[in-house]
């Protein structure tokens, strides 16, 4: 509970006797549901804001940055929709990713908690960062299924009690990158999404591999931090910090050259 008296989500490791500092290798989770205060309005506080009256530069764009940067922002548009066909087959393909000896029952089931959803129906947890949230989870487990497993599964690292729940950390990892790198401008105002339309002209699917790399990084601020969920703002902040000082460096020419990107495993 926060100190507006709203509760937050959160995942509780039950450690059968295991002493924080060992290595959780396969433990159950359950999780405890409370308000949305992880999505949506609540991000607010994990974006750092700008002072008001800074000014922003702007950074002219070529026809091929330009047109990167309307496709992308077409994905950032489209709301997550449980009617669409599409979006309930991504959402099914999920599951199948994540845990493919285990049958899904249906689309809203007790199972999504699981995942790390607040409820029984993960179409509620999407506002905060609407269906390409999805795909960067998706692509995420399809892309580097070890790390996605390992940060799924919480199995790397000495884990708190209680850990972040991780379907809607992603979604909120999503929602922090669309404002660090103000996709929703029509050119970029920051250095750093300028730099990232550079890597999104070189490869349409930069943004996917930059949420790859992020949330592989959050999870390793958490265990640096030895955080737990009530530390979930602090992490992010942490996070993007780091993110930004690494697309600024002058010798990256390509996302794979992050130093952070050698924290993921396919």
């Avoid at 943004?207 to 958490?222: A, E, G, S």
Wanted: aromatic share 10%; hydrophobic share 40%; charged share 25%.
């Amino acid at each position: 509970m926060d100190d507006r008296g709203e509760s937050f989500v959160a995942v509780r490791r039950i450690s059968q006797g295991l002493e924080r500092g060992n290595t959780c290798h396969s433990t159950s989770a359950e999780v405890v549901a409370g308000s949305a205060a992880w999505l949506g309005r609540g991000l607010s506080c994990v974006c750092v804001q700008g002072r008001e009256g800074d000014a922003r530069p702007s950074f002219d764009l070529t026809p091929a940055q330009e047109e990167c940067l309307q496709r992308l922002q077409s994905r950032i548009d489209v709301a997550y929709d449980s009617s669409i066909p599409d979006h309930q087959e991504a959402l099914k393909a999920l599951w199948n990713a994540a845990f493919p000896e285990e049958q899904l029952r249906g689309l809203i089931s007790e199972q999504w908690k699981e995942m790390g959803w607040q409820g029984k129906d993960p179409s509620t947890d999407f506002r905060g960062g609407g269906f390409i949230s999805l795909e960067n989870l998706l692509y995420f487990a399809r892309n580097f299924p070890k790390s996605f497993q390992d940060l799924l599964r919480k199995q790397e690292g000495d884990r708190s009690v209680w850990e972040y729940p991780f379907a809607v950390a992603g979604v909120n990892i999503t929602f922090m990158l669309i404002q660090m790198l103000d996709l929703e401008a029509v050119k970029p105002r920051t250095m750093v999404g300028a730099t990232f339309l550079k890597f999104l002209s070189e490869n349409e699917s930069a943004f996917d591999l930059l949420y790859c790399i992020t949330f592989k990084l959050m999870d390793h601020q958490w265990l640096s931090m030895r955080a737990s969920y009530m530390d979930f703002n602090a992490v992010m902040k942490s996070t993007r910090r780091q993110l930004e000082r690494e697309l600024l460096c002058e010798d990256m020419s390509r996302l794979e050259d992050l130093p952070s990107y050698g924290l993921l495993a396919r």
